[in-house]
Nanobody, 123 residues
Framework: QVQLVESGGGLVQAGGSLRLSCAVS????????MGWFRQDPEKEREFVAT????????SYADSVKGRFTISRDNAKNTVYLQMNSLKPEETAVYYC????????????????WGQGTQVTVSS
């Protein structure tokens, strides 16, 4: 049974930091790319960042470049999203997902999803 379990969300003031974690289990994701997406209830889900599990290549949405960092720990089967200088408009549910496509930014190409973790940034 494939599981992606996010954690680390919470309430933070604008300008603050959070680190999200995504623990994966149930199969090998060594050939997958892992992505983070976010969704505000009033908006469509949007791409945040992706990382290739095998080579560690990364890609980011323009809005988070320089502030967010995606990484993975092979030994722990965990993907992280370090978020710095958070803004109130980044309040959303953050989802971890896995795709067989290399470095995909398209949520439709992600086949496994976690349940999401709420991030709330207060002004």
């Amino acid at each position: 049974q494939v599981q992606l379990v996010e954690s680390g969300g919470g309430l933070v003031q604008a300008g603050g930091s959070l680190r999200l974690s995504c623990a994966v289990s149930g199969r090998s994701f060594s050939s997958y790319s892992m992505g983070w997406f976010r969704q505000d209830p009033e908006k469509e889900r949007e791409f945040v960042a992706t990382i290739s599990w095998s080579v560690g290549a990364t890609s980011y949405a323009d809005s988070v470049k320089g502030r967010f960092t995606i990484s993975r720990d092979n030994a722990k089967n965990t993907v992280y999203l370090q978020m710095n200088s958070l803004k109130p408009e980044e309040t959303a549910v953050y989802y971890c997902a896995a795709s067989r496509r290399f470095m995909s930014v398209n949520q439709k190409e992600y086949v496994y999803w976690g349940q999401g973790t709420q991030v709330t940034v207060s002004s």
